[in-house]
Nanobody
């Protein structure tokens, strides 16, 4: 069982930055691919970014490529999402998720075994 807790959300002006963190419980964090998804009101949950369990592969949605960076620190059992040049359309609840031994197919919710509760990101214009 893995528990995920997101933090770092908040209110920021357009063009600003935020860094989200997702802390995982347990001693097997390094064997999980980690993903970030987001869901805006009235919309479906959408993929944002993912990193393979090895850390060697990263994936991004086209809408965030070049602005967001996903990284992981296995010693701290934490995955990060650095978000720069934020836009009002980035406003959503952001969720992290974990997929055991995941290395591909990470852009859809289905492979993920565990999900956090989410953290709100609001970007004002």
């Amino acid at each position: 069982q893995v528990q995920l807790v997101e933090s770092g959300g908040g209110l920021v002006q357009a063009g600003g930055s935020l860094r989200l963190s997702c802390a995982a419980s347990g001693r097997t964090f390094s064997s999980y691919a980690m993903g970030w998804f987001r869901q805006a009101p009235g919309k479906e949950r959408e993929f944002v970014a993912a990193i393979s369990w090895t850390g060697g592969n990263t994936y991004y949605a086209d809408s965030v490529k070049g602005r967001f960076t996903i990284s992981r620190n296995n010693a701290k059992n934490t995955v990060y999402l650095q978000m720069n040049s934020l836009k009002p359309e980035d406003t959503a609840v952001y969720y992290c998720a974990a997929d055991k031994w995941g290395d591909s197919g990470l852009a859809t919710p289905s492979p993920y075994d565990y999900w956090g509760q989410g953290t709100q990101v609001t970007v004002s214009s």
